[in-house]
């Protein structure tokens, strides 16, 4: 006898609901002007844009950043859908008087947890809350080979407080593979040092196979990057890449950077653990403290 209800289904009914609806994640970039921050962003989104005919996107023309803004795209893989947002910064830190130059960055994202709060108490709570949430910060590190500045250690501090960060070396094309692998050494101590906790965080709640993947990632991290605006042909492939006298640095080619590295934590990995800890760490206490503050 066919004694088949169709329970089952229920939870392919709701995956494939949360898969229409897709994904949102949100990136801020932030560093000093001149890292190459809207550069990378813009190759980040190069490489996933390519258009029906398999071409990929067209240059876009470089610009130079005075205040923060957001680009987006929506990016499918399989039935995934995700809506990736990245929000670019004006630099920081070449004023005169650095004071407080962390500001509009730290209130820009406390902002975002402010008018998600605020829809979650509001009366009509809508079903579906847009979340504007940042959910990773990358910081760029300028590739100097001795340690980071002392501005650098006052941002990364307040930045860590409120989201999670992630550091990329900028530019790491400057430096060859040995002098790489010592200076993320060297800051990897120097975040110890100014105890900087940074994602992913030892006290999460994970299982022994993401503890591993995440010791794999921290060995990475902080990424080293290249950013290209320009599509170059390699063995009449083309590829986003730095055309230099001696030859092709392409982005893409995990022997030559960490940029599909950084990718792939981004979008595949580490998406679903950068959302939740926001949610969970970050947004849990930035909510606390505006209650707490209500109740006084
Ligand atoms: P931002 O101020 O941080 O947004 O920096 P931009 O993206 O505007 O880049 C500043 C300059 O650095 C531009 O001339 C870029 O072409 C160059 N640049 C960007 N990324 C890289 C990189 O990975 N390597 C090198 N060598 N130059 C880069
Ligand atoms: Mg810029």
């Known amino acids: 006898p066919n004694s088949h209800v169709g329970f089952d289904t229920i939870t392919s009914q709701i995956e494939r609901k949360l898969l229409k609806r897709g994904f949102q994640f949100n990136v801020i970039c932030v560093g000093q002007t001149g890292l190459g921050k809207s550069t990378l962003i813009n190759t980040i989104f190069a490489s996933h844009l390519i258009d029906s005919k398999g071409r990929l996107a067209p240059d876009a023309p470089t610009r130079s950043t005075t205040e923060i803004q957001t680009v987006s795209h929506v990016i499918q893989e399989d039935k995934v859908r995700l809506r990736l947002n990245i929000v670019d910064t004006p630099g920081y830190g070449d004023q005169v008087n650095n004071d407080k130059c962390w500001d509009p960055i730290v209130k820009y994202i406390k902002d ?64 060859t593979l040995e002098e790489r692998q010592e200076f993320k050494q060297r800051i990897r101590e120097e975040f110890a040092f100014h105890r900087l906790n940074m994602f992913p965080y030892d006290d999460g709640e994970y299982n022994d196979e993401e503890a591993g993947i995440n010791n794999q990632i921290k060995s990475l991290i902080p990424f080293a990057v290249v950013g290209s605006e320009k599509n170059i042909s390699v063995n009449g492939k083309i590829v986003r890449g730095r055309q230099n006298r001696w030859g092709v640095i392409n982005v893409e080619d995990e022997t030559h950077c960490d940029f599909v590295a950084l990718r792939n934590f981004l979008t595949r990995t580490h998406l679903q653990d950068l959302i939740e800890t926001t949610s969970h760490i970050h947004y849990e206490s930035f909510r606390a403290q505006q209650l707490n503050a209500l109740k006084e």
């Open 112 to 175: 975002q947890y402010s008018a998600y709060l605020r829809k979650e108490l509001s009366a009509q709570r809508e079903r579906y809350i847009q979340d504007t949430r940042i959910h990773c910060c990358l910081f760029f590190i300028q590739p100097s080979g001795h340690a980071l500045k002392p501005i650098d250690i006052v941002v990364l501090r307040k930045l860590c407080a409120v989201v999670n960060v992630v550091p990329v070396i900028a530019k790491s094309d400057s430096m």
